[in-house]
């Protein structure tokens, strides 16, 4: 029931997602940021053709059908490999994760920065130390979480039941600290 729901509301988002692209073409904040004309910035190759409500239920369901259309596509891995499937869908939601965390980890680190021009919305703990404690605890709560993505899940690890989301993760790691060094270092 509640991976029910969880999908629902990835698919709400995603769809919203590729129905603004596409109604927007990807212009609005690419163009704003790089100052290039609308001609030169990509969206989604579709012509508008996902950006358009329903006559009938005036919702985008052209763009819900290819979130969802989309989405299946990952879920026919299982059929091929379970294994592969496992690490896939633990990496998605170890990524899902970070994602969330890092403005709270940018918010924490720059808060005195004087280029940030820090807005807070209706629900803000402040800078004091109950907001401190809640951004740093969901920050290494997170970061646990993505471990424990990372483990197998079950006893004992086999190459059959091997999650293999560690590797990669690994992997992934290792590749974007190899390319700062190499950034930093032609400096």
Known sequence: MTAFFVVQTALQATSRTVYAFSRDHGTCLRSRLMNLPVQNILGLPDRGFF?????TTGTPLRAVWLSTCMGILPGLLDLA???AANAIFSLTAM???????????????????????????????????????CNWMCILWTLFICIIFSLPTVLP??????NYASVRDLRGE????????CLTESR
Do not use: C, Q
């Open 51 to 55: 950006g358009k409500n329903s006559n």
């Open 81 to 83: 490999s379970p294994i």
């Open 95 to 133: 990524a899902l994760d970070t994602s969330y965390i890092i403005p709270i980890f940018l918010r924490r680190i720059y808060h005195n920065h004087p280029e940030v021009n820090f807005k807070p919305g209706p629900f803000y703990l402040g800078n004091g130390f109950l907001g401190n404690l």
């Open 157 to 162: 690890v086999t190459k059959e039941n091997m």
């Open 174 to 181: 290792i590749s974007v600290v190899g390319r700062h060094l």
